[in-house]
């Protein structure tokens, strides 16, 4: 099947710094990826939607300046958490469709740890 | 708004017994189904869907889930369980379908999935 990477598997940083987290659909072009929350003993919980060249589009509830998304090819997509948290420490997780639209793949994962 | 609720957090079978995971959702309008799995440190893997058609779906590794729209179900079993299938099991619902595969997925909080040697 189609592989999805993420980048960093895992991070700490301090409260207040930025994060980037990538995205990278590895041996097919996702027209759009997908990007959740997972929270402990939770769901997965959608964040954003985002299609390549244009702006991602935001579920309820989510801070769009505060989780900058960012789709710029065809094979990466970007999560910047933006001014961390203790509390946006969590388990991040994308999934990315390809451009025969058939099946959601995703990425094994981005935990966060903010001091 | 759709829902997924799966009953049991853990479940533990003996190797070779049946695998029951059970997943109850709630949709006001006809649901697609899912069951995904994930292994320790890997992604979401899809292990069957129910779209239209037929209600009892076969998926990889052996495992098939069966639609009941009375009882608002799409419980996950397999006959015979490996020690390969130890992982976290995830049910889902899609709703706001744009064209199938941009379905935005629902998920329920997942089940551990332990086989007992």
């Known amino acids: 099947g189609a592989v999805v990477s993420q980048h960093p598997s895992r991070v700490i940083c301090k409260s207040g710094t930025s994060v980037k987290i990538e995205c990278r659909s590895l041996?097919?072009?996702?027209?759009?990826m997908f990007w959740y929350r997972q929270f402990p003993k939770k769901s997965l919980m959608l964040m954003a939607t985002?299609?390549?060249?244009?702006?991602?589009?935001?579920e309820q509830g989510v801070e769009k300046d505060k989780f900058l998304i960012n789709h710029a090819s065809l094979t990466l997509s970007t999560l910047t958490v933006t001014s961390a948290h203790p509390e946006d420490s969590s388990f991040y997780i994308c999934?990315?469709?390809?451009?025969?639209?058939?099946?959601?793949?995703f990425g094994p994962g981005t935990r966060l740890l903010v001091l | 708004a759709q829902s997924v609720t799966q009953l049991g957090s853990h479940v533990s079978v003996s190797e070779g017994a049946l695998v029951l995971l059970r997943c109850n959702y709630s949709?006001?309008?006809?649901?697609?189904l899912f069951w995904y799995v994930q292994y320790p440190n890997q992604g979401l893997q899809l292990l069957l869907k129910y779209t239209t058609g037929a209600t009892l779906v076969k998926g990889i590794n052996g495992f098939e889930a069966e639609f009941k729209k009375s009882e608002t179900s799409f419980h996950l079993t397999k006959p015979s369980a490996h020690m390969s299938d130890a992982a976290e099991y995830f049910c889902a619902v899609s709703y706001l379908i744009y064209n199938f595969g941009n379905e935005k997925l629902t998920f329920g909080t997942g089940t551990r999935l332990t086989i007992i040697p």
């Open positions: 949709s006001s309008v006809p649901p697609y």
């Open positions: 999934s990315a469709i390809g451009t025969s639209g058939q099946t959601q793949y």
């Open positions: 041996d097919f072009q996702a027209t759009t």
């Open positions: 985002s299609n390549e060249g244009s702006k991602a589009t935001y």
